[in-house]
């Protein structure tokens, strides 16, 4: 049973108690996966109890739309990787070019 933050303040954020624990899930994943947490600090050590508080604090919403976050992600994940190649080609050169002096 969680005292903080209770049930009744968290569904003041979200519609459904189904919805509560489909946010918290994916929200620990993320927060498990490596994900920048929105807060300071946090009561709780879990991270269950973690997506929890951040979803009270208003810094975590229910998506309604979650095709779109996630093709948004997969193209910064895209970009990202562009740009990590691009800077071992610029790298690959320069240490050519030095070479070659």
Not at 67 to 92: F, G, H, S, V, Y
């Amino acid at each position: 049973m969680i005292l903080y933050p209770s049930v009744d303040d968290l569904l003041k954020q979200v519609n459904s108690r189904y919805s509560l624990i489909m946010l918290a899930s994916k929200r620990a994943h993320e927060l498990d996966a490596g994900s920048k947490p929105t807060l300071e600090s946090f009561e709780s050590v879990k991270s269950v109890g973690q997506a929890l508080e951040e979803i009270e604090a208003e810094t975590v919403i229910n998506d309604p739309h979650p095709e779109i976050k996630r093709a948004r992600i997969k193209l910064q994940e895209d970009e990202r990787k562009n740009q990590e190649e691009l800077k071992t080609k610029e790298l690959e050169t320069r240490i050519r070019k030095e070479q070659k002096i």
